[in-house]
C-alpha cells in the first residue's frame, strides 16, 4: 500500500521560497507512475502545480512555470517542490499525488498548510 | 487550456434521493481522460471515477460516471449522509491537468 507524506515549513515569509518534500513508502517511486504537486488555497478549488517522472521528465502548470522547481531524490525515495518569490496568494493545503490508471490522482498525501506571512 | 465548468455550484438533497453533477469542458477532453473526485472537510481528495466511466478501487456503486468529449456527469444514486462533501472532476491533457471548480452536496 504506497502512502505520500509532505513534510515542510508551515510558514513562508513573503518573496521567500516555499520547499516541501513528500515521502514516498510502501512503493518505488522508480514505478511507473508520475508524480505530483497539487494546492489548495482556503476555502477554494484545487489547483495542479507541477508533475514529475523518475526519468526526471517534468511538466508544469503554465501559470506557475517561472516560479516552480520539481525535483526527485531516488535514493531517499522522495521528491520536492520548490515555489520562490512566493506572495500571500500562494497560501494553500499543498498535497502530493501519484498518477495513477488515465492520469488520475489514486493516492494522495494528507496534505500540508504553508502560510505565507511575515 | 482547457477549462472545466461543473454545475450546479451547491446541491441540497435528501437520503435515499439521486443527485447528478455536471462538468463541462471548453474543449473536447483527450481519450476520455476525466475523472472526479470527492472531497470532505479537513482531508484530501479521493479518486472516485478515472476515464469518464470506471470506478476506482473500493468505490461503492452508487456512484457513476459518465459522457464523452465535452460534457461529464457524476451519478450518486441513493445518497447516504456520508456523500456530503465537495465534488470536483479533473481532466488531463496535453502535459497539462485542469479541475472544475467544485459542486458542494449537502444532504439535508
Known amino acids: 500500500q504506497v502512502q505520500l507524506q509532505e513534510s515542510g515549513p508551515g510558514l513562508v515569509k513573503p518573496s521567500g521560497t516555499l520547499s516541501l518534500t513528500c515521502a514516498v513508502s510502501?512503493?518505488?517511486?522508480?514505478?511507473?507512475?508520475?508524480w505530483s504537486w497539487v494546492r489548495q488555497p482556503p476555502g477554494k478549488g484545487l489547483e495542479w502545480i507541477a508533475e514529475?517522472?523518475?526519468?526526471?521528465?517534468?511538466n508544469y502548470s503554465p501559470s506557475l512555470k517561472s516560479r516552480v522547481t520539481i525535483s526527485l531524490d531516488k535514493s531517499k525515495n522522495q521528491f520536492s517542490l520548490k515555489l520562490n518569490s512566493v506572495t500571500a496568494a500562494d497560501t494553500a493545503v499543498y498535497y502530493c499525488?501519484?498518477?495513477?490508471?488515465?492520469?488520475?490522482?489514486?493516492?494522495w498525501g494528507q496534505g500540508t498548510l504553508v502560510t505565507v506571512s511575515s | 487550456e482547457i477549462v472545466l465548468t461543473q454545475s450546479p455550484g451547491t446541491l441540497s438533497l435528501s437520503p435515499g434521493e439521486r443527485a447528478t453533477l455536471s462538468c463541462r469542458a471548453s474543449q473536447s477532453v483527450n481519450n476520455n481522460y476525466l475523472a472526479w473526485y470527492q472531497q470532505k472537510p479537513g482531508q484530501a481528495p479521493r479518486l472516485l471515477i478515472y476515464g469518464a466511466s470506471t470506478r476506482a478501487t473500493g468505490i461503492p456503486d452508487r456512484f457513476s460516471g459518465s459522457g464523452s468529449g465535452t460534457d461529464f456527469t457524476l451519478t450518486i444514486s441513493r445518497l447516504e449522509p456520508e456523500d456530503s462533501a465537495v465534488y470536483y472532476c479533473q481532466q488531463y491533457g496535453g502535459s497539462l491537468y485542469t479541475f472544475g471548480q467544485g459542486t458542494k452536496l449537502a444532504i439535508k
Open positions: 499525488a501519484r498518477e495513477g490508471i488515465q492520469n488520475a490522482f489514486d493516492i
Open positions: 510502501g512503493g518505488s517511486i522508480s514505478s511507473s507512475n508520475w
Open positions: 514529475i517522472y523518475h526519468s526526471g521528465s517534468t
